[in-house]
């Protein structure tokens, strides 16, 4: 199977809080990440966060790892018709080299 | 300002025809990579390179070459034996092994007609 699994869409209204789910298999992954992909662009990497942590914040970002279960979260809060976009979760894996393994993606769309 | 470029943004090719598509990144980063992203899929990893003059390949090398001469380049090489080429092209960059971020390019449409 997958390594970096997430659902393919979420729909919100704006003003509302986004919450993206992961999940990965590999527990000896060393970092997670968050890329954000607009429109024929590039990824633009939002935040990551350590594997020995459990949460971090970043202004509207906040990320949560349950590293028992596998799983991490990105939520968006207040989200904007702006963060419209594709979110790409992925971990490196402990000794990859500096190689990430990533998910297929979850598209938001922001309804005004 | 620092950052990865990618060129050309949309590359169309011939089928049989070898293409080049270009990174450069005035980062100071060691490590350099190529991705390639299909509709509705996550990014694959095609080759890697974490120091000048040295490149592993990824997952899905077959069909592609670089080279790595310089610290700022890493080209790379679509050649005819790519079975399906027509994909967006990602580069990347990070410093050595282990580092924390990668940063991408804007990428390359790449079609072949």
């Known amino acids: 199977g997958e390594d970096v699994e997430q659902s393919l869409f979420l729909s919100v209204r704006e003003g509302d809080s986004s919450v993206i789910n992961c999940t990965y298999t590999d527990s000896s992954s060393t970092y997670l990440y968050w890329y954000k992909q607009e429109p024929g662009a590039g990824l633009q990497l939002l935040t990551y966060?350590?594997?020995?942590?459990d949460m971090k914040q970043d202004q509207r970002l906040t990320v949560l790892l349950n590293k028992k279960d596998k799983h991490l979260s990105l939520r968006i809060a207040d989200t904007q018709t702006g963060d419209s976009a594709i979110y790409f979760c992925a971990e490196r894996k402990e000794g990859s080299q500096g190689n990430l393994i990533f998910g297929k993606g979850t598209k938001l769309s922001v309804k005004p | 300002d620092g950052g990865i470029t990618q060129s050309p943004k949309y590359l169309f090719r011939k089928e049989g025809q070898n293409v080049t598509l270009s990174c450069e990144q005035n980062l100071n980063h060691d490590a350099m990579y190529w991705y390639r992203q299909d509709p509705g899929q996550g990014l694959r990893l095609i080759y890697y390179s974490q120091i000048v003059n040295d490149f592993q390949k990824g997952d899905i090398a077959e069909g592609y070459s670089v080279s790595r001469e310089k610290k700022e380049s890493f080209p790379l090489t679509v050649t005819s034996a790519q079975k399906n080429p027509t994909a967006f092209y990602l580069c990347a960059s990070s410093w050595a092994q282990g580092a924390a971020e990668a940063f991408f390019g804007q990428g390359t449409r790449l079609t072949v007609v």
């Open positions: 966060i350590f594997s020995n942590m």
